[in-house]
Structures are given as C-alpha cells and as structure tokens.
C-alpha cells in the first residue's frame, strides 16, 4: 500500500507539472529517466536511481558558488 | 529498547526533544559540529559554538540525565574559505582535550570543491596528529557519489588512519558498498528527502549486513525527526527481527565504534 501510494504522487507530480505554467528545468527530464530503472526486473534498483541523478564527474569543481544540491546532475 | 544517539545536532532542538529521545531509551547522544545555516563570520564565532558544544549543551543534556559528546570541525559549507578554515583549524586542539569531545567531524565535502578538499585533507592531518576518531559528512543529492570517492581517496592517502576508526555518514544505496570495501564504518541517516527512510535503511543493513552501520537521525534546525532510530527500530521488530539483531544494531554497534575513544565513558546501566 505505501509502494502504490508513493508511484500514484509521483504521477500526481507529473500530471501538476503539465497543468503549470512555463518551463520544466533540467530535473523533470533526469526525474523521467531515472524512473525508467524502475521496470527493471533485476535487483538494485534504488541505487540504479541514485546514479542516475548523480554528478559521474571526478574531478573537483574549481570553487563552490552554491550551498545547496538540486537533486539531479546537469551536464 | 535502548539505543545511542551518534549524530544530533542538539544546539538546534528543544527540550521537548530531550524528554522525548530520554523516554524511548536513549542512553547517550553524541553531536558534530555543523553548518549553523548561515555562515559564520569570524574564528570568533567557531570558539563560541565549540564553547555551546563542549561546555552548555552538555549541560542543557544532563539536566535531562543525557551524557552529550561532541565532534569538532570547520563544515564543508564553510570551507572555500582558507583563511578562516585555518583560523578554525588552529582553535580546535585546544578543544579536544575536553573530556567530551570523541574526534574530529562532520568533516568531509559539499559542493566537491579544491578547497573543500584542501580543508578536508587539514583535517585528517590534525585528527592523525592527535590520533582522533574521524566523523565525515557526505554530500547531498547529487553531489554525494562523487564527494564519497574523493572523500575516500583523501583519507585512504593518509597512512596514519586506520580505517575502522573512520565513519562515513549518510550513505545511501550507491555508496554504502564503496564505504564498506574500505574497512571504514558506514552511516546511515534517517532524514527527510535528502537521504534515508526507515524502510530503505534496514533493506540496507539486510542486504550489506550489520556489521561496521549504525543509525543516525542527524536533527537540526530543518525537518527533522530526533527520534528516526528508535522508530527504525519499530520498524525492524515489525518486519520480524530479533531484539539482539536490533539492539547490535543501534546500541552496540555505535557503542563499539565511538568506545575506540577512552572518552565515550557511559554512565553503568
């Protein structure tokens, strides 16, 4: 019950995105295609979802100008 | 049940929170140091909050019967600052001949940055100088692969640490196994949206097993539950695990790592 619970506000998300106004930023797209890891019949799938959003770069950042992460990698 | 609080940042709830981890079988509550939500503005400001950690919020604890540790640091979010990293870093030794503090920490990564890393690698020098446990944040969100293995590749360069006396907090699904291949311990934090449930960190502790985890709630100043472990706990008796299983798991594991100090001294049972 809390499994179905949580996929139905994920589409409720979805379906109040499309009812908003103006642009989707980058995190909408990295949202859906995480969720594809989802119909995978092979274990691992939280972590499949986590490194999907995640930053696969290994190099440092030059200088930090946020406090805060976002939730999904742009590339 | 009983359970040990490792990572709580007290200065930042009530007493209510007190009287309520009291009444469900917190026997001690142990709390790093941490971004206050705003930048400090001095060395200054660091002493006194190192003052609030090791002097008044013990205080404010033992009037509820709670032993309060603490973990000292410069935070990650207050680390592209060199100049007042290292002002901080000259303040702490003083501190950490207080009976109460356990080591260095939260230190670790935010945004992934050369001078975070800069900070975190000052850090492991003056925990291996003063031979400290060593208590490291992770990134959120996306940041958190990436600042887990540099964090692991900076601690692993310091042959002086050993690495069972390391816990790497706040792992998730996708770092958990890359902490445990190291011989570090591995946290995991009960916390709204940015890092773990209940349910996803005993599948966790289910699929990697209980050895060298604990459990946090890490409360501060946002959304934050100060009692996530003893209802993980509730959790686990619910899906049927022994209370051996669940007492190891949130009273003597965090008991065996933190006991690696001489200082974590809990009053007799």
Redesign the interface.
Known sequence: M?ARSKIIELAAFLDRVDRAEGEADFRLDALKNSMRELGSNEP?R???V??S??????E??????????????KA | MRYIEPHAHMVSRTTDDYTRMLLSGCRAVCEPAF?AGFDRSSAAGFYDYFCQLTVHEPRRAAKFGLPHFSWLCINP?ES?DMKLADDVLAIIPEFLKRPNVLGIGEIGL????????KVLEKHVNLAAEHEQLILVHT????????GT??ILDVIRADKRIQPHRVIIDHV???TVQLVLDTGMWAGMTLYPE?KCSP??AI?MVEVFGNERVWLNCACDWGVSDPLAVPKTALEMRRRGHSEETIDKLIYQNPLQFLRQTPKFILPSA
Request: glycine content about 4%.
């Open positions: 809390d691992g939280a972590a499949k986590l490194l959003l995640s930053d696969p770069t290994t440092p950042i030059v200088a930090a100008t946020t406090k805060a992460a976002c939730g999904a990698y | 971004w979010k592209e935010n945004k992934n940055s050369r001078n975070e890393i990134p959120h969100l996306e940041d958190k692969l990436k293995k540099l998730e699904e996708h940015s349910a996803r599948d």
